[in-house]
């Protein structure tokens, strides 16, 4: 390697083929490694200098390096023993897309820019679209003014919808009242959603300066026509101008689904813009029979799902689609004379669907997804992890120390164990403590519960069985450290009783005595004591 750092394109070769082994050799192998690290809180800085190098390094330094330093403190979320959070996806299809993303490093925000970066987008948006059973006003090739564009996050949709909405709404209350100023009218605006939403459409509402109301959930933890019906009405008689909804398919803590066939009717009467998250559990529609959750997202302006949790697509890459793209383009169109181009209007520069101005060549890890699995290979895997999933909950239901909370749905399962909330919390505790599988806490109706949800691609029937294993291993460790400390008590209890009797009997000797007699019958271990 050159002394200013450069390589070769015969070293990069040799760089990254060492690089594709070590990413192929860590999932073949991931097993074999504790889910979650075991290092404490700044545990890097001591190991690595404290100022950049002076000199250039070889890679095979800085290879090393990384399995001595970097690698003991990685979580490993594609570990079939993973169960928190949602999926991250991972596929070696993604893996190249992203290294072909970076090594051809284009930045696409507008149609000259890269053409092709462009269009192949609009074209496996729209094949995204058709197998998810979107409606056609959704895509590019409808006749309307509707598309996909890929975002970074679901997080950064529901701020895009949530703009574009403002927007939407400003422009059309001041015409309909031209003394208004911007400022007065967006100082009346609200949002709305679910209180099992996630937390990204709450900080979507402080981003965009928008009040997010949270709503509450019928049992099931759906959305309910009704009760936004009934605060768009109260909102209205304070005032107050409604202006966006987020609807959720696959809430954060249970994976439930809000009610589209009663919001999207309530949100297109009162003009209100209706975005759907289906940031997880939108992966499910590629398999038709797993579609009715769906029912009503023709009401919706906007609709959200992430190929990079549950798609096989390595993060970030997040897909939108809307019904009018120049709810988007009135929003976010700032045309600076060094962005323009001979082509405009005839594509579209996508640079004005999203935030920043600047964007990667994501839709070549989408294209090499799609195609290297096709439309069966993904519904494979959705339908392979459901079934996972219903097999965990099959073995909790079996188990009359454990209770399923929430059935099944998709692939999350909400459980506890049976009892008071303080011995499922333990339960969690004790098995985050071992470092061999990883869950998340939730509550359910003011309940404890855990959320146990398939997340790795890799995941087998062997590794849920292994999984269960150890939650009733440290369930069974729980309930014997609880009759431990209910023996305790009834001795401490009993020795109180008999404390003053025996001092009567012998005012030489203290009743404490008679205590530590007491509690030194069964030791920890369950050992017998001597009594006295």
């Given at each position: 390697?050159?002394?200013?750092?450069?390589?070769?394109?015969?070293?990069?070769?040799?760089?990254?083929?060492?690089?594709?082994?070590?990413?192929?050799?860590?999932?073949?192998?991931?097993?074999?490694?504790?889910?979650?690290?075991?290092?404490?809180?700044?545990?890097?800085?001591?190991?690595?200098?404290?100022?950049?190098?002076?000199?250039?390094?070889?890679?095979?330094?800085?290879?090393?390096?990384?399995?001595?330093?970097?690698?003991?403190?990685?979580?490993?979320?594609?570990?079939?023993s993973f169960h928190a959070y949602f999926p991250t996806a991972n596929s070696f299809p993604g893996v190249v897309g992203e290294l072909l993303s970076a090594g051809l490093g284009v930045i696409g925000f507008s149609w000259i820019t890269s053409p092709a970066c462009t269009e192949l987008e609009m074209i496996v948006m729209d094949w995204l679209g058709k197998l998810l059973g979107l409606p056609e006003e959704f895509l590019h090739c409808s006749a309307g003014r509707g598309g996909g564009v890929i975002q970074g996050s679901a997080s950064e949709a529901t701020l895009v919808a949530m703009l574009a909405a403002r927007d939407r709404t400003v422009r059309r209350v001041r015409a309909d009242n031209p003394r208004l100023t911007d400022g007065e009218v967006r100082a009346?605006?609200?949002?709305?959603?679910?209180?099992?939403?996630?937390?990204?459409?709450?900080?979507?509402?402080?981003?965009?300066?928008?009040?997010?109301?949270?709503?509450?959930?019928?049992?099931?933890?759906?959305?309910?026509?009704?009760?936004?019906?009934?605060?768009?009405?109260?909102?209205?008689?304070?005032?107050?101008?409604?202006?966006?909804?987020?609807?959720?398919?696959?809430?954060?803590?249970?994976?439930?689904?809000?009610?589209?066939?009663?919001?999207?009717?309530?949100?297109?009467?009162?003009?209100?813009?209706?975005?759907?998250?289906?940031?997880?559990?939108?992966?499910?529609?590629?398999?038709?029979?797993?579609?009715?959750?769906?029912?009503?997202?023709?009401?919706?302006?906007?609709?959200?799902?992430?190929?990079?949790?549950w798609m096989l697509v390595n993060f970030d890459c997040s897909a939108m689609w809307v019904k009018n793209a120049n709810d988007l383009e009135n929003a976010f169109n700032v045309d600076a004379v060094y962005l323009k181009h001979d082509s405009q209007g005839v594509m579209p520069d996508l640079r004005h669907w999203q935030l920043p101005l600047g964007r990667r060549f994501r839709a070549l890890k989408l294209w090499l997804v799609l195609r290297t699995y096709g439309a069966r290979g993904l519904q494979a895997h959705i339908r392979k992890q459901v079934k996972l999933a219903q097999d965990f909950e099959e073995l909790v239901h079996r188990d009359p120390r454990f209770e399923v909370a929430?059935?099944?749905?998709?692939?999350?399962?909400?459980?506890?164990?049976?009892?008071?909330?303080?011995?499922?919390?333990?339960?969690?505790?004790?098995?985050?403590?071992?470092?061999?599988?990883?869950?998340?806490?939730?509550?359910?109706?003011?309940?404890?519960?855990?959320?146990?949800?398939?997340?790795?691609?890799?995941?087998?029937?062997?590794?849920?069985?292994?999984?269960?294993?150890?939650?009733?291993?440290?369930?069974?460790?729980?309930?014997?450290?609880e009759s431990l400390a209910a023996s305790k008590q009834a001795a401490v209890a009993a020795a109180a009783a008999v404390g003053p009797a025996a001092a009567s009997c012998d005012p030489g000797r203290k009743a404490g005595s008679v205590v530590h007699t007491m509690l030194g019958a069964t030791g920890a271990g369950g050992d017998t004591q001597h009594t006295v």
């Open positions: 390697m050159a002394g200013n750092g450069h390589m070769s394109p015969d070293e990069f070769r040799e760089f990254g083929k060492a690089a594709v082994d070590f990413i192929a050799d860590y999932i073949e192998n991931i097993r074999d490694r504790p889910v979650l690290p075991a290092v404490e809180p700044g545990y890097l800085a001591p190991l690595l200098p404290t100022e950049c190098p002076e000199e250039p390094e070889p890679w095979q330094a800085v290879m090393q390096d990384l399995e001595r330093h970097i690698m003991p403190g990685v979580t490993h979320w594609h570990s079939p009346k605006l609200v949002a709305y959603t679910s209180d099992q939403s996630n937390s990204s459409v709450w900080k979507s509402g402080l981003l965009g300066a928008m009040p997010m109301r949270q709503l509450p959930t019928d049992a099931d933890g759906a959305l309910r026509g009704d009760v936004l019906d009934a605060a768009i009405r109260s909102d209205r008689h304070k005032g107050l101008i409604p202006c966006f909804v987020v609807s959720t398919l696959g809430t954060t803590g249970t994976c439930a689904f809000d009610n589209l066939e009663e919001l999207g009717p309530v949100c297109n009467r009162e003009g209100l813009w209706l975005h759907v998250d289906a940031a997880y559990a939108g992966a499910a529609y590629v398999c038709p029979e797993l579609r009715q959750t769906m029912a009503g997202v023709q009401y919706a302006d906007s609709f959200d799902m992430n190929p990079h949790k929430v059935s099944a749905r998709c692939g999350i399962v909400c459980f506890r164990m049976a009892g008071p909330c303080a011995r499922t919390q333990e339960l969690l505790h004790r098995v985050t403590a071992r470092r061999s599988l990883y869950m998340c806490p939730a509550a359910v109706r003011g309940r404890a519960i855990i959320r146990f949800v398939i997340c790795s691609r890799l995941t087998e029937a062997e590794d849920v069985a292994r999984s269960w294993a150890e939650i009733v291993s440290q369930a069974e460790a729980v309930l014997q450290a």
